[in-house]
């Protein structure tokens, strides 16, 4: 049987990361082509996940480094 590639556990159900919503410029809404308007962390039924619609987090990196830690 084929793994998943994205399971539940790794994303959050959001409108803005639907197939079938489009973010608004203002990025108040979503315009959903099922339900019409909806709220951006908002879900319905039809929800299905998209891949290329998710935004990573950043990656914050340190800055308390010292000379120390860098030697071996």
Known sequence: ??????????YSKKCTNCAYGTLTDDKMNVLCQK???????DFCRKYK??????????????????AEDFML
């Open 1 to 10: 049987m084929k793994q998943k590639l994205f399971s539940e556990k790794n």
């Open 35 to 41: 339900k019409g308007v909806k709220e951006p962390d």
């Open 49 to 66: 996940y998209d891949p290329l619609k998710r935004v990573p987090q950043k990656i914050t990196l340190r800055s308390d480094y010292t």
